[in-house]
C-alpha cells in the first residue's frame, strides 16, 4: 500500500476517534479540560502513530509506533470504563457500544503486530 489512509487499521482507528469525539461532546463541561481533553487526545494519538509509524523506513519502527497506538488505546478504554462507572452521562450504551469500537481497533493492532513481527 502506498498511502497510510488505505490501511485498514488506520481507517477504523480514524473512525474511532471521531465517535470519541461525538461522545465526548456529550460530557458534562466541567469535564472539558479534564477527561474529554484526556479522551480526545487519546482517541487522535491511536490514527496518528499509525500514519507516523507507516512514513518511517522500517518495519521495526513501524512495530514500535503499533505499539504506541496500542497503549493509546488502552487508555482510551480505560477512560471509557472509568465514565461508564461513574455514570457521566445518562446514555451508558453509547459508551459501551465505544468500548466495543476500542476492542474491535485493538484486536486489528495485536493482529497486525503478530504479523509483522515475524
Not at 31 to 39: A, D, I, K, P, R
Amino acid at each position: 500500500m502506498a498511502n497510510y489512509k488505505d490501511q485498514f487499521i488506520w481507517q477504523k482507528a480514524k473512525n474511532l476517534a471521531v465517535i470519541v469525539y461525538k461522545l465526548t461532546n456529550n460530557y458534562p463541561k466541567k469535564e472539558l479540560y479534564g477527561l474529554v481533553s484526556q479522551m480526545n487526545r487519546c482517541a487522535i494519538s491511536i490514527p496518528s502513530n499509525i500514519a507516523e509509524g507507516y512514513g518511517r523506513k522500517s518495519t521495526k519502527e513501524y512495530l514500535q509506533f503499533l505499539h504506541i497506538a496500542l497503549g493509546s488505546s488502552r487508555e482510551l478504554e480505560t477512560q471509557l470504563i472509568i465514565s461508564k462507572e461513574v455514570k457521566i452521562i445518562e446514555n451508558i450504551e453509547w459508551i459501551d457500544l465505544t468500548i466495543d469500537k476500542v476492542n474491535e481497533v485493538q484486536a486489528l493492532f495485536v493482529s497486525t503486530i503478530n504479523t509483522l513481527d515475524k
